[in-house]
């Protein structure tokens, strides 16, 4: 034992460890008891081999990233082939770039590889989302407040990207921060699916499938479901409260449309009241620009405002979810390559048995003996030799997966509850801070608006409101 390689040793122990496992869970025990025993037996057989392992160098802990997204162009002018890309630029005094500020253009599609890049790469990570085309709203994807929601959306995605502490180190991130154009298509071209990718397709059918097997073979430890339950009803709970707050701002949208319409109306019929038209002309623009507050308070929710909160946090929740089933797809690798291992175990026992205990088969004459020739296969032994070692690797890179994701997933979701009630808090007092200015500004248009009739000469002949006493 002492002379096998560190690789070959790590293998042997993963192949013990990963048959523990099976018969643990065979026997009934939950998936936490089973790895936890699977897991303190690979460790008491793996502690002589970490004694011999180098420390790693100390890095610093803490750099400097910042990203912004600014300067949003079209290029070409066909519906189907145009497209707006923006400055991506950034400033870091990390090591691992050429220069400390620097900028590139991308486009959204770039975005999206990034974003898949990292959930690949980083399956126990919860990766921010992408803003999404709003269907509720109508805007064309080359309009100017379409273009400022989905740069706002970007930036808020690139710059929680960089301050996530596996996310911020990804050569995935450097790559979308610093290549060239066609070096990042270079590289996108070269991507690949990963291990994730032989069990889910990407549907909701496909993760509600796999689900369904992998709880009926394993049950969830207890935190982790209240994990499952709490992303669930958090989903619905927050996407609810985004769809009945868009409701609210599109209302705001139609006052101001509305209001667009009045103003015009009052205008004209200044033609027709002569001794009132300065009145009307005046009433006419003050409606004007309480339509122009409307509508910059509504493009304000949708690009920082609470409707902005709103969706970015839906999406996390998502984003959650992912983690979930990313652990699930693990947990079913790890199991499948264990048993795996067994089979090819069980396959190089049979085969040595089959060797020592026959001994060489006399040559059989005429046909049958053609035909053992064409069976016979003097390099049998070596295949099913390499099989057992790729087996046993996959089985060290399946747990590896495993570890990764199950030791990421509860600091990610303490994070996710940190950054939760943070954003929340800044972003409610934000918003009633944001309606008391809204409020406010529409008041002094009316103000300003009174004093102009608080000028002209009123005649007495009764009022159209009611008096406040009923008679």
Known sequence: EAGRPAAGRKGAHSHDGGKLLNAEVANGLSTEEAISRAERHTRACCSQ????????????????????????????????????????????????????????????????????????SYPGAIVPPLPLVDSLIKDDRFSAAFIQRRQAGLELFLRRVAASKQLSVSTELQTFLEAKVWELQTVKNASSGSWFASIFDGTEASFKRVQL??????????????????????????????????????????????????????????????????????????????????????????????????????????????????????????????SALDSRTLERQKFQEQEQGQGPKPRRSGMLGHFDDLMYDPKRGSKIDTKLLDAEREL????????????????????????????????????????????????????????????????????????????
């Open 396 to 471: 060290a890179l399946s747990k590896e997966r495993w570890e990764a994701i199950s030791g990421a997933i509860h600091d990610e979701a303490a994070a996710f509850h940190t950054q939760t009630s943070a954003d929340f808090s800044r972003g409610l007092r934000e918003h009633v801070v944001e309606q008391i200015s809204f409020q406010e500004a529409q008041q002094q248009q009316w103000r300003e608006l009174l004093d102009v009739f608080k000028q002209i000469e009123t005649v007495p002949c009764g009022s159209f409101r009611a008096s406040s006493s009923g008679s």
């Open 49 to 120: 081999d970490h004694l011999d392992q180098p420390a790693r160098p100390q890095l610093r802990s803490v750099y400097m990233l910042e990203i912004s997204v600014s300067d949003p162009e079209k290029h070409g002018t066909s519906a189907v082939n145009a497209f707006v890309d923006f400055k991506v630029h950034t400033t870091t005094d990390m090591p691992r770039y050429a220069a400390r500020s620097f900028f590139v253009r991308r486009r959204y599609r770039d975005f999206v590889w990034l974003r898949g890049q990292l959930c690949l």
């Open 213 to 338: 097997t992998f709880r009926q073979k394993v049950p969830d430890e207890s935190e982790i479901e209240k994990l499952r339950v709490f992303a669930r009803e958090y989903e619905s709970v927050v996407s609810t409260a985004a769809s009945k707050h868009h409701a609210f701002v599109h209302t705001l949208s139609e006052i101001a449309s509305d209001l667009g319409q009045l103003g015009p109306a009052l205008d004209m019929l200044s033609q027709s009241e002569t001794e009132l038209s300065l009145p009307f002309t005046h009433m006419a623009s003050a409606l004007d620009r309480l339509k122009q507050l409307h509508l910059k308070h509504v493009q304000a929710e949708h690009v920082s405002g609470l409707s902005a909160l709103l969706a970015f946090n839906a999406g996390m929740a998502s984003a959650l979810k992912e983690v979930l089933s990313n652990r699930d797809a693990a947990l079913i690798q790890y199991q499948r390559a264990s």
